[in-house]
Each structure stands twice: as C-alpha cells, then as structure tokens.
C-alpha cells in the first residue's frame, strides 16, 4: 500500500479547525434552511386551512361557482379552487392568473388527496407545484382550494445560494485566517526548531527563549532547558572524567617509570661491568631493591584506589576513634624520634587530657587508622623539625566545626548536612600551610605540592587520595583547612554512631 505524505501539524491544525468550522456553518445553514422552509409552508397550509367559501358559492349547481357583477373589480389572489359536484364531477373552477393552475383530475375518484390534509400537487405545466387542501360543501358536494409554491420554493433557493456562497466565504476565510493564527501559535515552536538546529553546531550553551509556564510551549522550553542542562553538565563530566583518566594515566606511567628506569640502568650497569667491586655491586643492589620497593608500594596504592572505586569492602563495626587516635600518635612518636610535638587533645581546643572521652562510630577500624596515620605522617613529612602537630579528637555538629564548606577550606567530598551530628579527628600542624591553588588540589591522585620534592621524601601523591576515598566510603569526607602562615588542619568527618 502507497502511504501518502505526511502532513506537518500546521496543515493538520489548518485543515482540522477548517473542517470543523465549515461542519458547523453547514449544520447551522441546514437547520435554519429546514426550519424557515417549515415555517414557509406551514404559513401556506394555514392559508389554506383558514379559507372559507361562501354559502351562495354552493346555491345553484347549474350556474357558475361564481358570478362576477358587472363593473365589478376583481382583487388579484393567488387562490385556486375547484369544485366536485355530489357525484364527484368536476362542476368549475375559481381563481384566474398567469400561472398554470394545479394539475387536478375531473373526478374526485381519481383526485389522490385526503379529505382536511394539505398535500402538494403538480401544475398543468412546467415545473410549478401547488399545495392543496379537500374540502366538504353543501349537500355532498366538495372543493380542492390550491396556493401555488413559487414564493415559498423562490425563496428556498435564494436562501440556498446565499448558504453556498456564505459557506464558500466562510471556508476560504478560515483558511486564510486559519494559518496565519496557527503560524502565530507555532512560532514558539518554530524559534525552538531553529535553536535546536543551531544546538548540534557545537553550540550548547543555547537555550530557548519561550519558557512561559502558562503556555505549553513554555513548559516544553523549560523541559528541554533543563534537559540541556543536565546534558551539558553530563558533557562537562565526561570531558573531566576524561582528563583525569588520561592524567592519572600518564602521572601513574610517569612514576612507574622512574624506578623502572633506575632498575634497567643498575641491570644493564651489572651486564655491562660484572667484574666491578663488591661495594659497588652491593650499592647497586641496595639500589634496585629501593626502587624495587618504591614500584611495589605504587602499584599496591593503585590496587588500592581501584578496589575503592570499584567495591569497597569494609569490615563493619564499632570504632573508638580516641584509641584509634592515641595508637597513631604512638606509632608517629616512635618513628619520628621526638624531631616533632606531637599531642592529644579534645576537638574544643582544651588541654587537660582528663576532657577526653570516648568517640564512637561505625566503620572499619584497619582502614580508619590507616586515614589518620597517613594524615599524621604527611603532618610530620612536610613541616620543619620542632614544629608542634595537634591531634584532637570529638564530636560536633555539621556547620560548626565540621562538615560545611567556607573561605579556606576544601575537600573532595560533598558538604555533610547541616546540623548533622558528626564525630572528628582534627590533625593540626603549625606548619607554613598552603596557598588556596594548591589546596585545590591537594585531594587529586599523583598531585604532590612540590613536584621537585625528593621522592623519597614525598611519596607518589596517592596518599590523600587513598584517604579521601575511604572517607567517603564510610559516608563521610576529608577536608582541610590552611591559609599561608597559618599551617594545615587536616579533619576527618564521620556519622556519628546511634546508640
């Protein structure tokens, strides 16, 4: 089957109210064409119904119906009558005109009408017709009076034409009137079309113009707006995600690299010399299995970030984070052989070590001590020696100390809600802090403040990352607080645990 060409919906609004409209001229012409038509011969059959002829109409059956006197003037009438004697037989006929009279036969066997019931007869030639009524006389005898249909049928067809041309008018009209108020309601609809076109150039910073909400082609300009909104800032992601893919990439090959590089040299250098002294081979040796280490520790942190991203499998549990606190602090004061003071103290800022209580919270415990030790080890890796490194530990609310973005504080996670209860720990350092560029950044992965810093005092950059990511597996966040001058106040936000 051949399917004809669609329509746009300007034809089909154009056409549709078209129809409709001329359907509704139409049926009102109709009715007032039948009831004026009604009207008409119920007018004549009325006439017809009220006429009456006088008794001396009927005196002498010999003699004419009538008998003008001489000099008389006749009145002009469209009446006609016809008279039917008692046998039946046509006796004469009244009324005088140009027109052809009613066609009626000469007995009333054959005359075909109803005694009292008007019905419509055909003239003795052309195309005229009469309407006629039966009658009773006197003493038998009967008549048919007639009033011919020319007026009511003239009448008719003047009304017919001036329907036709009235519904001619009428549909051309809407036609014309139709498309301009349809283009005039679409023109909202074409302005979205040409935007839309304008949208795949490359231009999705384009939005439309007609967002009424009292109009439904506003409140489809403002779905679609918000459509491009949320694609636009889907785009944007993607193109971030993109680059951070391809920058953790080339940062992840860049330092894997270096202690490869060190390894081949120290590889092809033992080649290439096998007779060198045992000093040196042992300098080599200590040398490849340094770098050796270095790769493995990189590549076991960037398991790690993928395990994290991918499905972090934390033990569940209660977590006292003051003696999860105090072991770090602990395990710090070994290592760093007292260069650095290191104290524990509560989140108010208080330093009797009797205010300390117990906080708890929900969580795996290996995982929240390796966040605090590498936050205690970062404190005691990049600021000077002597210089005094805080931890305290508390609980608060979101908004007060913790858990609401302000001037000077970052983190890689979304604010906590306001109000929420929360507990923390706070390491804090008196260090030279951080300009608001860096601490920016200071949460990326492979990102290192100084990138001329030895790596062997440095580490790979993955440290915070690793943090941050397991902070928001335990439905809480990392964030900072520094300013130059001011030194670092690393805080780590937890949910408070319901008892």
Known sequence: MIRGRPRSLRSRLVWGVTLLAAAAVLTAQTIGFLVLHSWLLNRVDQQLSEFVLPGRAFADPADPPVRPAPGSVTLPSDFRVTFYDA???????????TKPGPDLPRSTDEIGLTRGREAAVPAESGGGRWRALWKDGFDGTSYVVALPLDTVEGAMSKLLALNAVV??????????????????G??????MEHTAQDIPAGDLSLRLSDTDPRTETGRLGTVLNDMLDRLQQALRQREFSEDRLR??????????????????????????????????????????????????????????????DREPEYRTGPVDLLSLAADAVSAAAVRDAGDHRVTLSPLDGTTDDSELDVVETVGDAHRLLQVVTNLLSNALVHTPPGTRVDVRVGTTRAGAAAGADRPGRTGAAPSLDEGTPVCVIEVADQGPGLPPEEAERIFERFYRVDPSRSRDHGGGGLGLAIASAIAQGHGGR??????PG?????RLVLPFADT
């Not at 519904?167 to 014309?176: D, F, H, K, Q, S």
């Not at 990392?478 to 300013?483: M, V």
């Open 478 to 483: 990392l964030e900072l607080d520094t300013a």
């Open 87 to 97: 046998s039946g037989q046509e006796r004469g006929t009244l009324g005088r005109g």
């Open 167 to 184: 519904l001619a008018v009428a549909v051309v009209g809407l036609i014309t009137v139709g498309r301009w108020v349809v283009r005039l």
């Open 186 to 191: 679409l023109l909202p609809l074409t302005r």
């Open 486 to 490: 001011r030194g670092c106040a690393f």
């Open 247 to 308: 920058r953790f990439v080339a940062d992840a090959g860049h330092e894997l690299r270096t202690p490869l590089t060190s390894i081949r040299g120290f590889a092809e250098l033992a080649l290439r010399h096998p007779d060198r002294p045992a000093a040196q081979r042992r300098e080599a040796d200590e040398q490849v299995a340094k770098n050796a280490d270095r790769m493995n520790l990189l590549v076991d942190d960037l398991l790690l970030l993928a395990k994290l």
